[in-house]
């Protein structure tokens, strides 16, 4: 049997059958829970980064002259410093999606854990309750 994936969208709380997609407010990447990927543990789950960090341009290295030469020599450092600036930009984002997603993921448990005390309370006050009425009926005895 094939696992079925879901889609989930932590800011709408979108659920559907197809892939659990994490999108938190403060965001700009993606994150993918598809077919590959354990929606219980999300293992396999993917992250795209959004439009905010570019790739650097892979320079065209064409050497004739020594000026050539020093020029795509320029150009290939400008492209490795550009390629730090692309994955610091990069892990940033990761970050602040990750941080969002668990954030959002800590509110909705929350809200749960919330939830389930406060009814097991009233569980708890109307067995005290029925408790409390059986005793007075045993007194009157």
Not at 14 to 29: E, F, K, P, Y
Not at 50 to 61: D, L, S
Not at 103 to 117: G, L, P, R, S, V
């Amino acid at each position: 049997m094939k696992k079925s994936a879901m889609a989930l969208a932590l800011s709408a709380a979108l659920v559907s059958a197809q892939s659990v997609t994490l999108i938190a407010s403060a965001q700009a990447g993606t994150w993918v829970c598809a077919e590959d990927c354990d929606p219980a543990t999300l293992k396999g789950i993917k992250w795209t980064p959004g439009p905010k960090c570019t790739a650097p341009v892979e320079p065209t290295i064409e050497v004739k002259t020594p000026k050539a030469y020093n020029d795509a020599a320029a150009a290939t450092n400008n492209f490795i410093n550009g390629g730090n600036g692309y994955f610091t930009c990069m892990n940033d984002e990761l970050n602040a999606d990750f941080g969002a997603a668990q954030q959002a993921m800590n509110e909705t448990a929350k809200i749960y854990f919330d939830k389930a005390q406060a009814d097991f309370k009233t569980t708890v006050d109307k067995l005290s309750a029925k408790l409390d009425e059986a005793l007075k009926k045993l007194n009157k005895k």
